[in-house]
């Protein structure tokens, strides 16, 4: 039982470079979200999933895309990356009304 | 939306005294209660929760007790180590809104030996 797994840990991307943040749980979740973290910002929600083929914006959702295909998958995708998308990026996972399982998280910087 | 206010924002206090951090809310509809624990470089951790039907859940030398009425929740901390030295995050759910779970700004917690 992996958890909630995050891939990758760490990447350098050049303005305008689109990439996919993997994010994948083993533990049958339905709701699923994605986290940017940002000095003295807390935990802002970008997207988040209630389900499989059912995805909704959070806060900070301009520059992101997800799917959510299946119910152990859902990545993120960065579409033109800006340096102001450079933060660390959590997804997390959990039933109904309990807490979240959060992965370790990737590191981006855009440059 | 959901309103969330955590108090102090940073918390410095000698080991092996207590600490306590309160988290308001604003949606009478919130049900559960959450503190998450990040240590430096690490993910968020759930570290205890409480459900409306209760008023108090502890956990060793970790608490939160919960005022439904005034709405706010908190969590203590007793004996403190220097592991405990944190940014801990309150995160009440509703079940409304996006994603039913709003995060508060995160409470830093510093340990003094």
């Known amino acids: 039982n992996a958890g909630v797994t995050q891939t990758p840990k760490f990447q350098v991307l050049k303005t305008g470079q689109s990439m996919t943040l993997q994010c994948a749980q083993d533990?049958?979740?339905?709701?699923m979200s994605w986290y940017r973290q940002d000095p003295g910002m807390g935990l802002r929600l970008i997207h988040y999933?209630?389900?499989?083929?059912?995805?909704d914006q959070g806060e900070v959702p301009n520059g992101y895309n997800v799917s959510r295909s299946t119910t152990e998958d859902f990545p993120l995708r960065l579409l033109s990356a800006a340096p102001s998308q450079t933060s660390v990026y959590f997804c997390?996972?959990?039933?109904?009304?309990?807490?979240?399982?959060f992965g370790s998280g990737t590191r981006l910087t855009v440059v | 939306g959901e309103n969330v206010e955590q108090h102090p924002s940073t918390l410095s206090v000698q080991e092996g005294d207590s600490a306590v951090i309160k988290c308001t809310y604003s949606?009478?509809?919130?049900?559960?209660f959450p503190w998450y624990k990040q240590e430096l470089g690490k993910r968020p951790q759930l570290i205890i929760d409480?459900?409306?039907?209760?008023g108090e859940k502890k956990d060793q030398r970790i608490a939160v007790t919960l005022n439904k009425t005034a709405k706010h929740f908190s969590l203590h901390i007793t004996e403190t180590q220097p592991e405990d030295s944190a940014v801990y995050f309150c995160a009440p759910y509703s079940g409304g809104g996006a994603d039913g779970l709003t995060f508060g700004k995160g409470t830093h917690l510093i340990i003094q030996p």
């Open positions: 409480i459900r409306s039907n209760v």
């Open positions: 999933s209630v389900g499989a083929g059912i995805t």
């Open positions: 949606d009478s509809a919130s049900n559960y």
């Open positions: 997390a996972s959990r039933r109904d009304v309990y807490g979240y399982t």
């Open positions: 533990m049958n979740h339905e709701y």
